[in-house]
């Protein structure tokens, strides 16, 4: 009997990986996912050009895998760094990619031949949450990603929000320290500056410099450059002081973060995705307590702080979820 059901490609593109992925029309299925790493130094059109050929690989298997052919294949969401021109399929600006005025869309529906929208890749990952991850049933949800960035998407009233110039949810360069650290946006004191996934590691880097007795040295044969905030949270979940203290201070950073977001939006859920899902109850119960100190406490009371569920395909669910919202008018 003939497969007759139809699909979508979800692209999730970060700073540091390239994620692809097909999904069944109404969710039920997942199929061909794939990553790669990005190299943004090599400039836009070859990272343009890499997504272009992880979709048609991603289309090739996945007909192999269901017996579909070609034509149900309906389109690509895409999630992408912003701040965003939605309209124009256009990424304004990504300072961890190093583009501006980059037509993505564009070049994504011309290599592949398909329809194409474009999101950001944190509203994606959020809103991927919300549909079939640990954010389902939420009414209000403010999704945090950890990556090589920081990013955040909204839904209010189960409406993902835009803001009148699409870039609404930007909690990564939500100031936390007025005077503090060089965010990469050329603002100081970023919560991006502080806790995303290279800034994490900088700060195990400084903390351990002149420790040459540290299990986090060790994990990395002295060579400190080495470190990334997964190698952080291995040392502190094996216990190594100095890992757990920068993990007990990125959490604070966080839970400070959660809390603003709490008394502002009074959400009902919060979804922390990312590679930071990995340090666990080491990370999410300082930052909950911190998060319960600092917020209103009907505010708390009301909200589940939660990790992300859909580990590694977040971001692509979501992407699928944006073109079905977009193109076809599914919610």
């Known amino acids: 009997m003939r497969n007759s059901q139809r699909y979508i490609v979800g692209v999730d593109l970060g700073g540091t990986n390239i994620v692809v992925g097909a999904m069944a029309e109404d969710g039920s299925s997942q199929h061909a996912l794939r990553s790669q790493p990005t190299h943004a130094q090599l400039g836009a059109d070859a990272v343009a050009d890499r997504i272009v050929e992880m979709i048609g690989d991603v289309i090739t298997v996945t007909m192999a895998e269901t017996g579909a052919k070609r034509n149900q294949f309906l389109g690509v969401g ?103 650290r060089r965010c990469k946006c050329g603002n100081y004191g970023c919560l991006e500056a502080y806790a995303s996934g290279p800034n994490i590691a900088e700060r195990a880097r400084e903390r351990i410099a002149d420790d040459e007795g540290s299990v986090l040295a060790k994990m990395v044969g002295g060579q400190l450059d080495k470190i990334t905030a997964a190698t952080v949270y291995e040392a502190a979940n094996a216990g190594d002081e100095s890992a757990l203290d920068v993990v007990k201070e990125t959490a604070r950073f966080l839970g400070a973060g959660v809390a603003n977001l709490l008394n502002v939006f009074n959400p009902d859920v919060v979804v922390i995705a990312g590679g930071v899902t990995d340090a666990g109850d080491t990370l999410f119960e300082p930052l909950r307590a911190e998060a319960r100190r600092r917020a209103f406490k009907p505010a708390f009371d009301a909200c589940r702080i939660v990790p992300g569920s859909l580990r590694g395909s977040a971001g692509v669910v979501g992407a699928v979820a944006t073109f079905r919202s977009r193109e076809l008018g599914l919610s």
């Open 78 to 180: 895409i999630g992408a760094p912003g701040p965003l021109d939605r309209e124009r399929g256009l990424v304004i600006v990504a300072p961890n990619l190093g583009w501006k005025n980059f037509p993505l869309r564009e070049r994504v529906m011309t290599g592949t031949g398909l329809k194409a929208t474009l999101d950001n890749d944190a509203n994606c990952a959020t809103l991927g949450e919300w549909w079939l991850g640990a954010a389902r049933g939420g009414k209000c949800v403010v999704g945090i990603t950890i990556g090589t960035g920081i990013g955040g998407g909204l839904i209010l009233d189960g409406k993902l929000y835009h803001g009148v110039s699409d870039v609404a949810g930007e909690i990564g360069h939500t100031t936390i320290d007025m005077n503090g």
